[in-house]
Nanobody
């Protein structure tokens, strides 16, 4: 069963924009943390952004890596069970595969090993 399905990747010139989508199953979308990771060609997968639901009061917050802060925006649509990654001012170094992931906890949102569910990824190519 696929719990997370990404879409929206493609080829875009530097400075352009893309919006990635990740549709989750009911049970996975209910988890505390939904995140996006990026794997550049030949490199390890790195955390990009997360949208976090506080376990105590349900408040939503977001976190970004330094390399994308100010350019990327993560959001969630509860009605559509979808998490988005709006990517603006794309750079060639943003090229790679983007993975959607989810974890039970709201504590270790930067740590790949803490994520319990992963999508198959969607490829983004940013041309110079």
């Amino acid at each position: 069963q696929e719990h997370l399905v990404e879409s929206g990747g493609g080829v875009v010139p530097a400075g352009g924009s893309l919006r990635l989508s990740c549709v989750a199953s009911d049970s996975v979308f209910a988890l505390d943390t939904l995140g996006w990771f990026h794997q550049a060609p030949g490199k390890k997968r790195e955390w990009v952004a997360a949208v976090i639901k506080d376990e105590t009061d349900g408040r939503i917050s977001t976190r970004y890596s330094g390399s994308v802060k100010g350019r990327f925006t993560i959001s969630r649509d509860d009605a559509r069970l979808t998490v988005y990654l709006q990517m603006n001012d794309l750079k060639p170094e943003d090229t790679g595969i983007y993975y959607c992931a989810a974890q039970v906890s709201d504590t270790y949102v930067y740590t790949e090993e803490e994520y319990d569910y992963w999508g198959q990824g969607t490829q983004v190519i940013v041309s110079p």
